[in-house]
């Protein structure tokens, strides 16, 4: 029997002597739950930092070019409409990490439970997934177009109306990286740490 079982199986009985003898275990052991916790929603908001990073440079990139090409109507509809694409992501974002920081066990006050802010972790970030791999299939593909076409619009002479076969090999090799580095992060930071979760809440339940 494992030092949690035999932990489990003393507080559930009542065993004076034995609970008394294991007053320090128990403190370990709720220690022990919190890292493992924080580690594996330290792995998820270490993508929130990196992601939202990432679309404040997007939004501030769009918002040059708009200025940049102010009076070029087509340039500013597609700025207009990359910036509207991200923001319903941003916004889910900010509210489901808003909601795992909260029920981080570094925060929860004297007496709350451990178990419901490791629940709690878990419900936000598995909701947060679900609306990423979704939203993902419209976002990366347009996202990726929007790119590409205000690449050679701005760099490229002619554009993509005469660099067709330039600009769709560019679409495609876009595609492939996000692709690639997605399922990546996918997979460090919400796959593994899910499952981590899950597993820390199963052992809550034994």
Known sequence: ?????????????????????????????????KARSARQVN????????????????????????????????????CLGGALLYLPFTIVLLR????????????LAAGASLRAGVQQQYESLRTFYRFKRGYEYLLIPLSSALGVWLLFRLYVPGAIPQHPTGGLLSYLLVLLACGWAIQRENRIHFEQPLQELKDLLMEFSQ
């Open 96 to 107: 489901q990490f808003k909601r795992i920081a909260r029920a981080s066990p570094a925060r």
């Open 43 to 78: 792995r998820a908001m270490r993508y929130f930092w990196a992601s939202l990073t990432l679309q404040l440079i997007v939004y501030g990139l769009l918002s040059h070019v708009f200025v940049r090409l102010w009076g070029v109507l087509a340039v500013q509809v597609l």
């Open 1 to 33: 029997m494992s030092t949690m079982d035999e932990l489990k199986h003393a507080w559930a009985m009542g065993i004076p002597g034995l609970t008394e003898g294991l007053r320090m275990e128990q403190v370990q052991l709720l220690s022990i739950t």
